[in-house]
């Protein structure tokens, strides 16, 4: 195989490239859920404390 | 169950595109397993910094188990003053001599072989090696002869031994004489065109640790030598404020080092154990110049309850500087595992959602042990930091154990259970030699994993109970006033005993299999490596 | 790989799910921007910092004479100051103690000077789990209104040598 053939094979598997990663997603969506709840979980004790400036 | 795809784990790469002629004039050998080139020279000095790294890492994880002890209610191992004392040595073993000695055997690796490239220049690496050293043992004898009781921050006024600082300031300058060696080598190995294009992504992290690194020392410098000055007698003691200020961009900023380099080698075991290409490089790359801009600032997280800085600089230091780093750890987030699901999938793991995950080699320890860091650096260090390090809500956090249970959960889960990962590879591939005990090297992250995770969490409820941290007697025995904390919060602290105790066991055993490996090992010069 | 040399045109715009990724993430990270200040404006807790230079000898003088005009009792041998509501309350640290004990009225505002004469110390008020650092040489000024009456802990939260876990107080409010 030559050079531009080699280039044009590995051209065309980039753009047909199946780059669906949907587990992934779940994950960091799982991430980012957990992430929202323990944040506005600790806003939510702070409220709860003395007033202070 | 291992999958049949996997065999032979070790990816051979099928082209090296960008690799010209090497500039190493003979003394470098390819490797049996990966076909890259490794620089005999660098060899040794990433085996030096490689085994003063574990040896930094055995002595504050056989400290850690006796504060663990300590601080387990019913055991109250040790007494008060050595408490203290083996606390402030296990800041330093861990936080920065296993650290640093480890990454700047990283820097090195990723400076040659993947660059194609020799050593930048010998004499700087012994230079850096050797300043290294005498400041890490000055340091440690200072420590353990009792004086310098300060703790890793060694706040002013409280004041060590002069030699503890002068130590500290021998090993930062030892270190930034490593890192500029590093970029010694990238400028050889572009002068003389080893390499064609963009550097490899790992590099690309390696230099983005490595600027951090020269800030960071720069901050050390900086807080370090007037107070190295004041504890001689020769200059007024520095404000105890500006020392906090610049302190911790020393301390914080040391950290993200860390992460710097603990997402290279994320990225590194990805491509070592299944073989995981980063879908994006513009994304990848993207994010670690986020993290050069942006995260030095994490300074101010220390100050966010402290007179002399007012609203408006901690609001402003918190969020601008903050977000766009924690922006970059997200975006990592999703590259990293999207990088291994995409390269499983592509071997055929396509089953439903997590087909992959679970076809994925648990058994190897390099992917076990870069996956938990993975998992436990984002979902316990990072939601925990981004909300510690929010300016209000530090009001309920500042100096209780909930700050110890974060940065467990980053340093000790996500950076330190990764380097081990690496070091299942760095034996084989390095050392040339094989860790005996597969089977236990096998259970190794997961025991660490598990312990370090059960330490994080339970040192979070303690903390969130209003448990100080760097504390001795929950009790207070002996006090002026009786403080009864909530009986939650002593069970709590037994748990933390417990979650030491696991995750010293799983300390050890990497530690020792590590030892014997090197030393003792079977020696697979001129084969590939055993597949884990 | 990430440990080879990428292709020469590796610079993308993302696409798919990682630009639906860091999408979320920026938002995300708006969110956590914008929460501070509307909390520093519409919450009831900030630490703002207000802090003012100060010789610890000073300082000293200072709780002195607020003790010396507002003290009620005793505890265990430290005096009980009651400070006016709205009115200014001091709070030494020192290695081992905090001087002295305050007696607060809920619902009040006071404005609590806290400094320290020798280490940096922390104040820690227990069960409530507010902290806030304490330096030598700057007054810290805590605006802070007891919003729920008893016995509190006070303890430090930061290492100040070898007695620090037995440094602890208390802070009284009653109703």
């Not at chain 2, 990293?336 to 080699?361: D, I, M, T, Y």
């Not at chain 2, 969490?457 to 109970?465: K, L, T, V």
């Not at chain 2, 001795?472 to 030491?500: N, P």
């Amino acid at each position: 195989m030559s050079d531009e053939k080699a280039a044009e094979v590995i051209a065309s598997e980039h753009e047909h490239e199946d780059h669906k990663t949907p587990g992934t997603m779940v994950l960091v969506l799982i991430l980012l859920a957990s992430f929202a709840i323990y944040y506005f979980a600790n806003w939510k004790a702070l409220a709860d404390v003395w007033h202070v400036r | 169950m291992r999958a049949p795809a996997l065999e032979g784990d070790l990816p051979v790469p099928e082209e090296k595109p960008g690799f010209l002629k090497g500039n190493h004039a003979g003394a470098v050998r390819t490797c049996d397993t990966t076909g890259l080139p490794v620089c005999l020279e660098a060899q040794k000095f990433i085996q030096l910094n490689a085994v003063m790294a574990v040896v930094a890492l055995l002595i504050g994880g056989v400290v850690a188990l006796l504060l663990g002890l300590t601080r387990w209610p019913s055991v109250h191992l040790l007494p008060s003053e050595w408490y203290y004392r083996l606390l402030t040595a296990h800041g330093f073993n861990m936080l920065i001599f296993w650290m640093i000695f480890m990454e700047i055997g990283i820097l090195y690796f990723a400076g040659t072989t993947l660059l194609n490239s020799r050593l930048g220049s010998k004499a700087l690496a012994w230079l850096s090696f050797g300043l290294m050293v005498t400041g890490a043992v000055t340091v440690e004898a200072m420590v353990f002869a009792g004086k310098a009781d300060v703790l890793l921050t060694s706040y002013v006024p409280i004041k060590a031994h002069p030699a503890f600082y002068l130590g500290i300031i021998l090993f930062a300058v030892g270190a930034l004489v490593g890192v500029i060696n590093f970029f010694l080598t990238i400028y050889i190995a572009k002068r003389d065109k080893t390499y064609a294009g963009s550097v490899p992504l790992v590099v690309f992290g390696a230099i983005a640790a490595a600027i951090i690194a020269v800030v960071t020392l720069l901050h050390g410098a900086l807080v370090m030598i007037p107070t190295f000055t004041w504890s001689m007698g020769w200059t007024e003691m520095p404000d105890p404020a500006w020392y906090r200020l610049v302190w911790w961009g020393l301390g914080h900023s040391s950290q993200q080092i860390n992460v710097a380099a603990m997402v290279s080698c994320w990225y590194l075991l990805g491509t070592l154990t299944v073989g995981a290409k980063p879908l994006n490089q513009a994304v990848c790359r993207g994010a670690f110049v986020l993290y050069i801009l942006f995260i030095n600032l994490a300074s101010a997280h220390h100050l966010l309850v402290d007179p002399g800085v007012g609203a408006g600089w901690k609001i402003w230091n918190t969020s601008y500087a903050m977000y766009l780093a924690v922006l970059a750890s997200m975006i990592h987030g999703f590259t990293v595992p999207a990088s291994v699901e995409h390269a499983l999938r592509k071997k055929g793991f396509n089953k439903g959602l997590f087909g992959w995950l679970f076809a994925a080699p648990w058994k190897n320890p390099g992917f076990s042990a870069f996956f938990l860091s993975l998992v436990i650096f984002g979902f316990l260090g990072g939601i925990t930091g981004v909300t510690l390090g929010t300016q209000q809500i530090n009001i309920i956090a500042h100096n209780t154990l909930r700050i110890p249970g974060h940065f467990h959960a980053t340093v000790a889960g996500g950076a330190t259970l990764c380097f081990m990962g690496l070091a299942y590879y760095v034996v084989p591939l390095i050392f040339r030699k094989e860790y005996p005990l597969k089977a236990l090297a096998r259970l190794q992250p997961y025991l660490f994993a598990a312990g370090i995770v059960t330490m994080a969490i339970s040192m979070s409820f303690a903390g969130s109970y209003g448990v100080p941290r760097r504390h001795w007697d929950l009790e207070f025995t002996g006090s002026q006033f009786a403080v009864g904390f909530d009986s939650a919060a002593h069970f709590m602290m037994g748990i933390v005993g417990v979650g030491a105790t696991l995750a010293f066991t799983g300390l050890i055993i990497f530690v020792l299999l590590t030892v014997w490996a090197v030393f003792f090992g079977k020696s697979n010069a001129g084969k590939p490596m055993e597949s884990w | 790989m990430s440990i080879h040399f990428p292709e020469t045109n590796w610079f993308k715009a993302p696409t798919g799910g990682e630009r639906v990724w860091i999408g979320l993430a920026l938002a995300w990270c708006v969110v956590l921007t914008l929460a501070m200040p509307y909390w520093h404006f519409k919450g009831k807790q900030n630490s703002t910092g207000e802090s003012y230079r100060v010789a610890p000898a000073d300082f000293m003088a200072r709780t002195e004479k607020f003790v010396g005009t507002n003290k009620v009792g005793e505890l265990k041998g430290v005096p009980v100051v009651q400070p006016a509501p709205g009115g200014d309350a001091y709070l030494v640290a020192m290695m081992w103690k905090f001087y002295p004990v305050l007696k607060l009225k809920k619902d009040q505002t006071y404005r609590l000077h806290v400094s320290s004469l020798d280490l940096q110390h922390g104040f820690s008020l227990q069960p409530m789990n507010m902290n806030f650092q304490i330096l030598p040489g700057y007054d810290h000024v805590l605006t802070i209104t007891p919003t729920i009456s008893g016995e509190y802990s006070l303890i430090c939260n930061e290492f100040c040598g070898f007695g620090h876990h037995t440094m602890a107080s208390k802070i009284l409010v009653e109703d």
